[in-house]
């Protein structure tokens, strides 16, 4: 008996100490990396920055007086709205599921982000290191400044319930199946092999498309062309701008997801084509009217900005200045020439700068691509994945915002009485004015 016991202590020593069994319980559990989730939760912050109050006091500065705080307006109630649907269905048909075209209904209201228990910390299947909740607000404050752009187009004429109406299904039309598509695993990223670092096919050219075609079905604003309608405060715009500029670091920075050389580089060719858009426009103004406009510097700005958001991670320095230089060109014509010829009402020039220099971001990131950055080559190959994508953008958006807007039209209308819009948005639907006279 005392042998039986003496081996039995034995081979308890042995499992014990054997290094396979010790390799197995030192294994590190999984854990929270700080320095990848801080910037994050930084970068996160910034995007909803962009929003409120940047993109609010950008438009807001660039309307009527008497139609600024319905901007304000609209941007604060498409980001209660978003951040809503975002938590119940969103997220997870953007981000859930291996669908083609959409995902699926595996992570309404959030399942999964706190864990099978529903009460421990998640850790990221999209992120390593950082925890999943953390993933799904950076990309709900990309839900909801996407939408927010539209607003630009349609200023000054579209009845609140009505924009709030064309959200929602526009989100769930349009925004949702590009977020799943291009970053989620879908058709055009993992299909197709396009590629889109920050938002140039799921941001830029979404909105902008779908707000040249809600603008033209609403018809131009009252008195256009005819009537005197100048930015009420330039200050506004300009302080807007600044705010848009700087959260942009979060949008493109951050969406290296990990405090990295890769962030540092995104951040250095935001910042290169930012600057370089907003003085290219600004000395075309120059040449063209001897008059550099802070309006122009802040629209080159925005357009430097919206070029280099496809190719932020991708491309050199020296790609980062090609990419502004051809914001301040392409885009300029576009909002000082073509919706001339043209005739429509892009109040705010949405179109203009984000449909079209996200377009011409989308195609220069094919060409420019630096493999030794990210892993893309740029080259024909490339470009032509890009070109298809930038098809797909440009018919699904405008297809997808003719349904909704004719069905928003036949349920409760689009625009405001003709007296009303003369009289301002402010205080007919909100009844407030944004300056006491």
């Avoid at 291009?182 to 979404?206: R, Y």
Wanted: net charge neutral; aromatic share 12%.
């Amino acid at each position: 008996m005392t042998r039986v016991l003496r081996i039995a202590s034995v081979l308890g020593l042995l499992v014990l100490f054997n290094p396979l069994h010790a390799q197995e319980a030192a294994a590190p559990a999984p854990s929270i990396n700080s320095g990848d989730t801080a910037w994050m939760l930084t970068s996160t912050a910034l995007v909803l920055f962009m929003t409120l109050p940047g993109l609010a006091l950008f438009y807001g500065g660039l309307v009527r007086k008497k139609n600024v705080l319905s901007v304000l307006a609209q941007c604060l109630g498409i980001a209660g709205l978003a951040t809503l649907l975002w938590w119940a269905v969103g997220f997870s048909l953007s981000f859930s599921g291996d669908g083609k075209f959409i995902g699926d209904f595996g992570a309404t209201f959030f399942k999964g982000l706190y864990g099978p228990n529903g009460d421990d910390i998640s850790f990221s299947s999209h992120l390593a290191g950082v925890p999943e909740s953390v993933f799904a607000m950076f990309q709900l404050t990309f839900a909801i400044i996407t939408p927010a752009l539209i607003v630009g187009a349609i200023a000054e004429r579209m009845k609140y319930t009505a924009v709030l109406a064309f959200i929602t299904g526009w989100l769930f039309l349009v925004y949702f199946p590009f977020a799943h598509m291009v970053w989620g695993g879908g058709w055009i990223g993992a299909g197709i092999g396009a590629i889109d670092f920050a938002g140039g096919l799921v941001v830029h050219m979404s909105s902008g498309y779908s707000a040249l075609v809600l603008a033209i079905i609403l018809g131009p604003r009252l008195g256009y062309g005819k009537e005197k309608m100048a930015p009420h405060s330039m200050v506004l715009c300009m302080i807007g701008t600044a705010i848009l500029w700087v959260g942009w670091y979060g949008f493109n920075a951050g969406s290296a997801g990990a405090a990295n050389g890769l962030a540092g580089s995104a951040f250095l060719t935001t910042t290169l084509a930012a600057a370089i858009g907003g003085f290219v426009w600004a000395f075309l103004e120059f040449l063209i009217k001897k008059q550099p406009s802070v309006l122009g510097f802040c629209s080159g700005i925005v357009a430097g900005l919206v070029v280099i958001t496809p190719a932020a991670g991708f491309v050199s320095p020296s790609g980062a200045v090609i990419c502004g230089i051809a914001a301040g060109v392409i885009p300029f014509f576009a909002v000082v020439y073509l919706k001339k010829w043209l005739g429509y009402d892009d109040a705010l020039d949405t179109f203009g700068v984000h449909a079209i220099g996200g377009t011409v971001g989308t195609l220069l990131t094919g060409l420019l691509a630096v493999k030794g950055i990210n892993g893309q080559e740029g080259g024909m190959e490339l470009f032509f994945k890009q070109l298809a994508s930038v098809g797909i953008v440009l018919v699904w958006s405008v297809v997808a915002t003719i349904i909704i807007a004719y069905v928003v039209k036949v349920l409760i209308g689009l625009r405001p009485t003709a007296e009303v819009e003369r009289q301002g948005l402010d205080i007919n639907e909100h009844g407030e004015e944004g300056y006491a006279d």
